[in-house]
């Protein structure tokens, strides 16, 4: 973020946006057809913010024939790659140059530190959708190695209309992964926001229709989960749902698809990843900085988040010490205040969630060594301060479920064996880190490991070249980012042609 801007110029800004809350559907703002709406409120003072349309079941029928029609229409559909792709990267201009407006109203919404919505998040939005429209004219089908006598192509075609059901944690850049590879490859969507953070992805849906993505083609609903996201699980039109969100309700997303129309179903899932430092790393402060990086990052609401430590017994007291010094210089505070790295959690019942799981830790005996608790109640906020456990043994609570919180758990191990057995001893496989200077330890050690994504000597999630997904409770039938993610939103059709 500019070094000059300040708390108050953002202030400034939000105080002449004019906030989007009405469902955008068949390219344009409509009131839910109920003409309900909720409150949504902001996480760093309880106040509430807007009044969003509530969307229900006949609102995700509207969005879903304006989705098929244009579908059918082939105004998108049947749109040459090379074309969609200008439509793409002229949507993804004007993101950027709206970056400054989605950064306040992302980080009212959720709690984010603006800095971080500014810098990171939205750049990275913006990196995904140019990145899967500048694959739309590189990627070929293919002819196989069938003989003389048959000509076989392979080809991708649009699967229809997508689903897309959107967390609350990054509300934009999980728009930006998942619209991105299914509109580029000519589908039509109906995409569901977190009810918490229903409003920047209002205005992206708006700058697509302004970057000349036809009406229909992109439709946002924003709605409570049980209405709104059932609907669009139930709905016999909608031919695949790409969800993020917790593995709950993950799995009701696989019965709503095996009690309607057999919708193909896209998960991805919680994580309680671990970070392994192992004896012979050399640099104990650049690995400090990562580790606290991984476990506090956006307030440690992040599936990826490094929530389990898993040090050499030989190095802990030292590696904790370090980290301590490093968490000392992240201010916590209003996420409005460009200077905070860390702002509110998402909403008073997550906030208590997180503090009974501190509760929890204290009781079962693991020690306290940072945080510990809530952080300026006067505010209104809901604010936790980063809080690091010691001696957690991997059967205990904070080590075994998601926290989804700034909270660590500190655990030895003596031998590269038990470092892998703990790693992979959690129904959770999307991600992992490893430290080691010794290229033999680390290519072993990653290979074990029953993740996603193992980043070593590193904590990353990778560029947009890699895929991004789970195993085990994690993730299911697919993977966000990458040239991979394309072909879960398309159908392969065999054209077998018998020649003379
Ligand atoms: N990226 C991730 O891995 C995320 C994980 N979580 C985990 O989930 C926990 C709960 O957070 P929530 O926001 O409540 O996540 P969630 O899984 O309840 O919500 C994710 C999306 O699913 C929708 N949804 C909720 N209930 C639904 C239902 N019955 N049918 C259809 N759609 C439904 C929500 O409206 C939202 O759009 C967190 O504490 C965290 O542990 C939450 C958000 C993101
Ligand atoms: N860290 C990006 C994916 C997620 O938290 O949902």
């Given at each position: 973020?500019?070094?000059a801007?300040?708390?108050?110029?953002?202030?400034?800004?939000?105080?002449?946006?004019?906030?989007?809350?009405?469902?955008?559907?068949?390219g344009?703002?409509v009131?839910a057809?109920s003409?309900?709406?909720f409150?949504?409120?902001?996480?760093a003072?309880?106040?509430?913010?807007?009044?969003?349309?509530?969307?229900?079941a006949?609102?995700i029928?509207?969005?879903?024939q304006?989705?098929?029609?244009?579908?059918?229409?082939?105004?998108?559909?049947?749109?040459?790659?090379?074309?969609r792709k200008?439509?793409?990267?002229?949507?993804a201009?004007?993101?950027?140059?709206?970056?400054?407006?989605?950064a306040?109203?992302?980080?009212?919404?959720?709690g984010?530190?603006?800095?971080?919505c500014?810098?990171?998040?939205?750049?990275?939005?913006?990196?995904?959708?140019?990145?899967?429209?500048?694959?739309?004219?590189?990627?070929?089908?293919q002819?196989t190695?069938t003989?003389?006598?048959?000509?076989s192509l392979v080809t991708?075609?649009?699967?229809?209309?997508?689903?897309?059901?959107?967390?609350?944690?990054?509300?934009?850049?999980?728009?930006?992964?998942?619209?991105?590879?299914a509109?580029?490859?000519?589908?039509?969507v109906i995409a569901k926001?977190?009810?918490l953070?229903?409003m920047?992805?209002?205005?992206?849906?708006?700058?697509?229709?302004?970057?000349?993505l036809?009406?229909?083609?992109?439709n946002?609903?924003?709605?409570?989960?049980?209405?709104?996201?059932?609907?669009?699980?139930?709905?016999?039109?909608?031919?695949?749902?790409?969800?993020?969100g917790?593995?709950?309700v993950?799995?009701?997303?696989l019965e709503?698809?095996?009690?309607?129309?057999?919708?193909?179903?896209?998960?991805?899932?919680?994580?309680?990843?671990?970070q392994?430092?192992?004896?012979?790393?050399?640099?104990?402060d650049?690995?400090?900085?990562?580790?606290?990086a991984?476990?506090?990052w956006?307030?440690?609401?992040?599936?990826?988040?490094?929530?389990?430590?898993?040090?050499?017994?030989?190095?802990k007291?030292?590696?904790?010490?370090?980290?301590?010094?490093?968490?000392?210089?992240?201010?916590?505070?209003?996420?409005?205040?460009?200077?905070?790295q860390l702002?509110?959690l998402?909403?008073?019942?997550h906030?208590?969630?997180?503090?009974?799981y501190?509760?929890?830790?204290?009781?079962?005996?693991?020690?306290?060594?940072a945080?510990g608790?809530?952080?300026?109640?006067?505010?209104?906020?809901?604010f936790v301060?980063?809080?690091?456990?010691?001696?957690?043994?991997?059967?205990?609570?904070?080590?075994?479920?998601?926290?989804?919180?700034?909270?660590?758990?500190?655990?030895?191990?003596?031998?590269?064996?038990?470092?892998?057995?703990i790693?992979n001893?959690?129904?959770?496989?999307?991600?992992?880190s490893?430290?080691?200077n010794?290229?033999n330890?680390?290519h072993?050690?990653?290979?074990?490991?029953?993740?996603g994504?193992?980043?070593?000597?590193c904590?990353?999630?990778?560029?947009?070249?890699?895929p991004?997904?789970g195993?085990?409770?994690?993730?299911?039938?697919?993977?966000?980012?990458?040239?991979?993610?394309?072909?879960?939103?398309?159908?392969?059709?065999?054209?077998w042609i018998?020649?003379?």
């Amino acid at each position: 973020m500019s070094e000059a801007i300040t708390q108050q110029q953002c202030q400034n800004m939000l105080a002449n946006l004019e906030l989007p809350t009405r469902a955008f559907i068949n390219g344009k703002y409509v009131d839910a057809l109920s003409g309900k709406t909720f409150t949504t409120l902001n996480p760093a003072t309880g106040k509430p913010l807007a009044q969003i349309a509530s969307c229900a079941a006949e609102d995700i029928d509207s969005a879903v024939q304006a989705g098929r029609s244009a579908f059918e229409a082939g105004v998108w559909s049947k749109m040459a790659p090379a074309d969609r792709k200008k439509v793409m990267c002229r949507w993804a201009d004007l993101i950027e140059d709206n970056l400054m407006e989605l950064a306040i109203i992302e980080s009212i919404e959720s709690g984010k530190p603006v800095g971080e919505c500014y810098a990171v998040d939205l750049p990275e939005t913006v990196n995904a959708i140019r990145f899967h429209a500048e694959a739309a004219d590189k990627l070929f089908d293919q002819v196989t190695p069938t003989g003389r006598d048959t000509l076989s192509l392979v080809t991708r075609e649009p699967a229809g209309v997508v689903g897309v059901v959107l967390p609350w944690n990054f509300p934009a850049l999980m728009a930006g992964w998942k619209l991105g590879p299914a509109l580029i490859t000519g589908n039509s969507v109906i995409a569901k926001p977190a009810k918490l953070t229903s409003m920047s992805t209002l205005f992206m849906a708006e700058l697509a229709h302004q970057a000349g993505l036809p009406a229909g083609v992109l439709n946002v609903v924003p709605g409570s989960g049980a209405s709104a996201g059932g609907a669009i699980g139930l709905h016999p039109d909608i031919d695949v749902v790409a969800f993020t969100g917790s593995t709950e309700v993950g799995r009701m997303f696989l019965e709503y698809s095996a009690r309607s129309n057999l919708k193909e179903v896209l998960l991805e899932c919680g994580g309680k990843n671990p970070q392994i430092v192992m004896p012979d790393i050399a640099d104990l402060d650049a690995v400090a900085e990562q580790i606290v990086a991984s476990a506090f990052w956006n307030m440690g609401e992040n599936c990826s988040a490094g929530s389990r430590l898993l040090v050499h017994s030989s190095i802990k007291e030292r590696l904790l010490e370090k980290m301590l010094q490093r968490l000392d210089q992240w201010k916590t505070g209003n996420p409005l205040d460009p200077e905070n790295q860390l702002g509110a959690l998402i909403d008073e019942g997550h906030m208590n969630k997180v503090l009974s799981y501190i509760d929890k830790a204290k009781q079962e005996g693991c020690r306290l060594v940072a945080g510990g608790g809530r952080l300026f109640p006067e505010s209104g906020g809901y604010f936790v301060a980063p809080t690091i456990f010691d001696n957690v043994t991997n059967d205990q609570t904070i080590a075994q479920e998601e926290i989804f919180g700034p909270v660590l758990a500190v655990i030895t191990f003596d031998t590269e064996d038990e470092a892998v057995q703990i790693a992979n001893d959690t129904c959770y496989g999307l991600a992992a880190s490893l430290y080691s200077n010794d290229l033999n330890v680390a290519h072993r050690v990653s290979a074990a490991i029953r993740a996603g994504t193992v980043s070593v000597n590193c904590f990353s999630e990778g560029d947009m070249t890699t895929p991004f997904g789970g195993y085990k409770l994690s993730g299911f039938g697919g993977r966000d980012k990458s040239v991979f993610a394309h072909d879960q939103y398309c159908q392969l059709k065999t054209t077998w042609i018998q020649l003379k």
